[in-house]
């Protein structure tokens, strides 16, 4: 884990819109630039740019909080860390196996029982089938659904998919983590078992990186804070200047 690192250069991602004549983005202009990127034209496409000439830095034991509005580009950026977002412009460099928890019904399969899924869900996660025959007991305890797992997904409550889902998605290791927002699954008591295993999971990531609008949560688990406001970033700065960042 002390090898982790992220480099970002001046890294640009923007995205194609289609299906809508000119009057019409122009009305939408100003709705777009409150709460996303600034739209343009590039290679004669209408697109709007949802990051713009972002630099950022990070090594081993560094925990990055993104903060700022709905469509600022927090999630733009994490799922592009996770290579799920190619750069137009500029470049990324990660180094480390990394764990994404953006969105916890990735790679669930309604038809699939319970360790089927598990499986499934562990091997998006990178880990081999050897990996998982070594954890599959520890996930199927920790999810708390006992025979409900020889059984399909379909038949579960939201609340049930989502102990799956969670359980799976935490039980890998990793060098870097991405985390979009704060996963909060399950009742109350589920919720306190929850917290303890993220934070053991954070503790072991080299590197973290969550775009959250939850302040307590950012003192919580980073030392570093970068607000982005339609697509571009600030400097990165000690999370002891949170309130000053958020203030700006």
């Not at 909080?65 to 290579?83: D, E, P, Q, V, Y």
């Not at 019904?105 to 089927?116: C, F």
């Not at 797992?149 to 359980?167: C, D, E, N, W």
């Not at 078992?193 to 934070?199: D, F, G, Q, T, V």
Request: a neutral charge; hydrophobic letters at 45%.
């Amino acid at each position: 884990m002390t090898g982790a690192s992220i480099t970002c250069r001046d890294l640009t991602i923007r995205f194609p819109v289609y299906g809508a004549d000119a009057k019409s983005l122009k009305k939408a202009l100003a709705r777009v630039v409150a709460v996303g990127g600034a739209l343009g034209r590039h290679a004669g496409v209408t697109d709007v740019t949802a990051l713009a000439n972002v630099n950022l830095e990070l090594k081993a034991g560094d925990r990055l909080g993104l903060i700022g509005h709905n469509g600022s580009g927090k999630t733009t950026l994490l799922r592009a860390l996770s290579g799920a977002y190619e750069p137009d412009e500029g470049s990324i460099e990660v180094h480390g196996r990394i764990a994404s928890l953006l969105d916890l019904s990735l790679g669930i399969d309604p038809s699939a029982t319970g360790y089927e899924n598990i499986r499934l869900r562990c091997r998006i996660g990178g880990l081999s089938s050897k990996e998982i025959d070594a954890r599959i007991d520890e996930i199927a305890e920790f999810t708390g659904l006992g025979p409900f797992l020889s059984m399909p997904v379909k038949t579960y409550s939201a609340g049930m998919q989502g102990r799956l889902a969670f359980a799976a998605a935490t039980a890998v290791e990793c060098d870097v983590l991405l985390m979009d927002e704060w996963i909060a699954v399950g009742d109350a008591d589920f919720q306190k078992i929850a917290h303890k295993r993220l934070l053991k999971l954070v503790e072991r990531a080299g590197i973290l990186v969550l775009a959250t609008h939850e302040a307590p949560l950012l003192r919580l688990y980073c030392n570093k804070v970068m607000k982005l406001e339609g697509g571009v970033a600030s400097e990165i700065v000690d999370i002891r200047k949170l309130d000053q960042l958020l203030a700006s």
